[in-house]
T-cell receptor
C-alpha cells in the first residue's frame, strides 16, 4: 500500500526557478529516498536520508526530513528543462522491508 | 554502481497468453527482490516480495496464482503473468537488495507489457 503523499501533484515552473516538493508519510521509518522518473522510463535514485538525519545535499538537490511531522521536502535549485520528470518519495520501514512509494509530483520546467 | 537488468524491456502479447519477465542482479547477490507495477500516470505499487529459495509474499489484492514469482537463485527472480488480459497492461519494475549493503535497493529499468 502507498504510504507517502506528495504535494503538489503537479508543478510547473520557469527554468532557473527553484522547485520544492513535499512528502508526508504515516509510519516510523528507517530512511526516506527520493527518485526521479522520466516519462515511460525507469527510476533514477536521487538521494537517501536516514531517520537520524535532518538535511542532506547533493548538487542542486536539498532534502530535509522532519520525523516529528513525518514529512520530507525535496528542493531543486536553479531548475533546468532537463529536470522535467516525475519525482517520488519512498520510505523504508526497516532493514529488509520494501520501499513504499508516494503518489509523486510531476514537475514541468519550461525553458 | 550495482546493476539490475530486466528482460524483456517491452512485450506485446495476445489476451490469454502467459508472459515471463526476468529480473537479474548483475554484479551482486540479492536474497530479496521486489516486484512493482505502475499504471500510466500513477505511482509504483508493490506487488510482491520475492525471497530466494522460498515462496513469495504477495500484497493484498495481488493474485498469487496469476502472478507467479520464482526466485531460484541469488541473482534471478522471474515474474510470470499467467493468462494475461488487457487490464494487466502495465509497467512492471523489479528491485533487488544487495546482501552486503542492505540499505540500498537497486531498480531494474522496467518491462512494459501490452496485452491486446
Amino acid at each position: 500500500s502507498q504510504q507517502g503523499e506528495e504535494d503538489p501533484q503537479a508543478l510547473s515552473i520557469q527554468e532557473g526557478e527553484n522547485a520544492t516538493m513535499n512528502c508526508s508519510y504515516k509510519t516510523s521509518i528507517n530512511n526516506l529516498q527520493w527518485y526521479r522518473q522520466n516519462s515511460g522510463r525507469g527510476l533514477v535514485h536521487l538521494i537517501l536520508i536516514r531517520s537520524n538525519e535532518r538535511e542532506k545535499h547533493s548538487g542542486r538537490l536539498r532534502v530535509t526530513l522532519d520525523t516529528s511531522k513525518k514529512s520530507s521536502s525535496l528542493l531543486i535549485t536553479a531548475s533546468r528543462a532537463a529536470d522535467t520528470a516525475s519525482y517520488f518519495c519512498a520510505t523504508e520501514r526497516s532493514g529488509n522491508t520494501p520501499l513504499v512509494f508516494g503518489k509523486g509530483t510531476r514537475l514541468s520546467v519550461i525553458a | 554502481g550495482a546493476v539490475v537488468s530486466q528482460h524483456p524491456s517491452r512485450v506485446i502479447c495476445k489476451s490469454g497468453t502467459s508472459v515471463k519477465i526476468e529480473c537479474r542482479s548483475l554484479d551482486f547477490q540479492a536474497t530479496t527482490m521486489f516486484w512493482y507495477r505502475q499504471f500510466p500516470k500513477q505511482s509504483l505499487m508493490l506487488m510482491a516480495t520475492s525471497n530466494e529459495g522460498s515462496k513469495a509474499t504477495y500484497e493484498q489484492g495481488v493474485e498469487k496464482d496469476k502472478f507467479l514469482i520464482n526466485h531460484a537463485s541469488l541473482t534471478l527472480s522471474t515474474l510470470t503473468v499467467t493468462s494475461a488480459h488487457p487490464e494487466d497492461s502495465s509497467f512492471y519494475i523489479c528491485s533487488a537488495r544487495d546482501l552486503t549493503t542492505k540499505e540500498t535497493q537497486y531498480f531494474g529499468p522496467g518491462t512494459r507489457l501490452l496485452v491486446l
